[in-house]
């Protein structure tokens, strides 16, 4: 079983729809969440940390769930600018930084 | 303003040489890492090194050789290259939780 486990898409959506992607993780010590989104031949950048209370920035909502090991992201009012691969990632380190990254969830937004 | 930096951008060559890729950053922060993402996208974690020292070893075959002169600066040595080694190689940095990434060293091995 994968570390972290993620649908790989693609997820074709059209501009303003609402789109979730989901994600699941093996390591129940694991700490620290995040999404991270990777453009096209760029370098991924953080998205948003996960906290356990479920935190939002702007149009994008994140929820976590201990129990289940269970990640999401929410997007609404989805932009071209959106168009991405988002990856699920977990730190499995307890304190180390050691990233464990899902292979990512491709998002297309057409017009 | 380039935050991590690495070079060269693009490295092709040949199988059974030996290549180095450089990874410098301008934040001040105390971790540094070496990441490799395959064809099939998977992102995965080499080496971490905090302040110099070397904090985080993954399975990577002892051919892939990291150096940090200083806490700015993580370098990495690869030998006798394989086919397999073909990938795209990510310098990354952080200070507490959030890393952040270079540009990326996309290595071809003919």
């Known amino acids: 079983r994968k570390e972290v486990e993620q649908d790989p898409g693609p997820f074709n959506v059209p501009e303003g729809a609402t789109v979730a992607f989901n994600c699941t993780y093996s390591?129940?010590?694991?700490?620290?969440f995040f999404w991270y989104r990777q453009d096209c031949r760029k370098e991924p950048k953080l998205l948003m940390s996960?906290?356990?209370s479920g935190n939002e920035d702007g149009r994008f909502t994140a929820q976590l769930n201990r129990a289940s090991q269970y990640i999401s992201l929410l997007i609404r009012d989805s932009k071209l600018s959106d168009s991405a691969t988002y990856l699920c990632?977990?730190?499995?380190?307890?304190?180390?930084?050691?990233?464990?990254f899902g292979a990512g969830t491709r998002l297309a937004v057409h017009p | 303003d380039t935050a991590v930096s690495q070079t060269p951008k693009y490295l092709v060559t040949q199988m059974g040489n030996d290549k180095s890729i450089k990874c410098e950053q301008n934040?001040?922060?105390?971790?540094m890492y070496w990441y490799k993402q395959d064809s099939k996208k998977f992102l995965k974690i080499m080496f971490s090194?905090?302040?110099?020292?070397?904090?985080i070893n993954e399975t990577v075959p002892n051919r892939f050789s990291p150096k940090s002169p200083d806490k700015a600066h993580l370098n990495l040595h690869i030998n006798s290259l394989e086919l397999g080694d073909s990938a795209v190689y990510f310098c990354?940095?952080?200070?507490?939780?959030?890393?952040?990434f270079g540009p990326g060293t996309r290595l071809t091995v003919t």
């Open positions: 390591n129940s010590a694991s700490q620290s």
């Open positions: 090194y905090n302040n110099k020292e070397l904090i």
């Open positions: 990354a940095s952080s200070q507490e939780r959030r890393q952040y």
């Open positions: 934040l001040g922060h105390d971790t």
């Open positions: 996960v906290y356990s």
């Open positions: 990632v977990v730190d499995v380190s307890g304190g180390y930084n050691k990233l464990i």
